[in-house]
């Protein structure tokens, strides 16, 4: 349930800089960020009360495509080319699935899993889409 933890991290820093009368907020949460939408909605409506903001605040949420870049040779691919890799060097449908879902649950996992899809090399870094982000507020 780190959802909880992280919306409160967001929201009182929001109160701290912007004051209690926010009304709108846009939040950019990236792929591999391991988060239940659902729960992370509620938890934004909860603790926004809990903090005494005046407004209910309307919230927009996006999700930030994951993007690596190998430190070898500097080619930059995204998830969607991670989904493909595993999923052709993989046979097994199922734990193609199993493969994706444990990046999901443990993103330090794709290290375990991911190489460049240029060169070959393990070394690689994260450049966007691993945390969440306050886009905009107002
Ligand atoms: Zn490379």
Redesign the pocket.
């Known amino acids: 349930m780190h959802e909880w933890s992280i919306v409160y991290g967001i929201l009182s820093s929001i109160k701290e800089n912007y004051g209690d009368s926010v009304t709108y907020l846009k939040i950019s949460i990236g792929e591999l960020v391991q988060i239940d939408l659902e729960v992370f909605k509620f938890a934004l409506e909860e603790v926004s009360k809990l903090l005494g903001f005046k407004n209910d605040i309307k919230y927009d949420i996006e999700i930030e495509e994951t993007k690596f870049r190998?430190t070898?040779?500097?080619?930059v691919w995204s998830w969607r080319d991670v989904e493909r890799q595993i999923e052709s060097s993989i046979q097994d449908r199922e734990l193609a699935k199993t493969f994706l879902e444990a990046i999901h649950l443990v993103p330090s996992t794709v290290y375990a899993y991911v190489r460049?899809p240029?060169?070959?090399?393990p070394d690689?870094e994260i450049i966007e889409g691993a945390d969440i982000k306050v886009l905009e507020v107002r």
């Open positions: 190998c070898a040779c500097g080619y460049c240029k060169c070959g090399s690689f």
